[in-house]
C-alpha cells in the first residue's frame, strides 16, 4: 500500500471515530490547514474517505439507536422520530 494510499485509509479511519481534524494532521504529520483544505474539496479521494468515514459510523450509531427506540427509549423515539424528520427534509 503506498503512503498516500495509507493516509487515505488513516483518514477515513479516524474519521470513523469522530477525531478531530486538528488531531488526525498531527499523527498523520500534515499541516491542518491542508487537510482541512482537502477535505473541504469534495473531488479529492482525502475528502471522499474522511466523509466514508463519519458516515460508516452515523450509520452504526442511528442502527443503535433504532434499536432502542423499538423497546421503547423514550429519547431514542424521540431521537429517531427527529432522524426521520431531518432525512425527509434532506430528500
Known amino acids: 500500500m ?24 498531527v499523527i498523520l504529520g500534515i499541516s491542518a490547514t491542508q487537510l482541512r483544505e482537502d477535505i473541504a474539496d469534495n473531488s479529492t479521494e482525502v475528502s471522499r474517505r474522511y466523509h466514508r468515514g463519519k458516515a460508516a459510523s452515523r450509520v ?26 431531518n432525512m425527509e427534509d434532506d430528500e
Open 2 to 25: 503506498g503512503c498516500l494510499q495509507k493516509k487515505n485509509s488513516q483518514i477515513e479511519q479516524y474519521a470513523s471515530i469522530y477525531l478531530k481534524i486538528s488531531d488526525m494532521a
Open 60 to 85: 452504526k450509531l442511528l442502527h443503535q439507536e433504532m434499536q432502542l427506540a423499538y423497546v421503547g427509549s423514550p429519547l431514542a423515539l424521540e431521537n429517531t422520530r427527529n432522524n426521520l424528520l
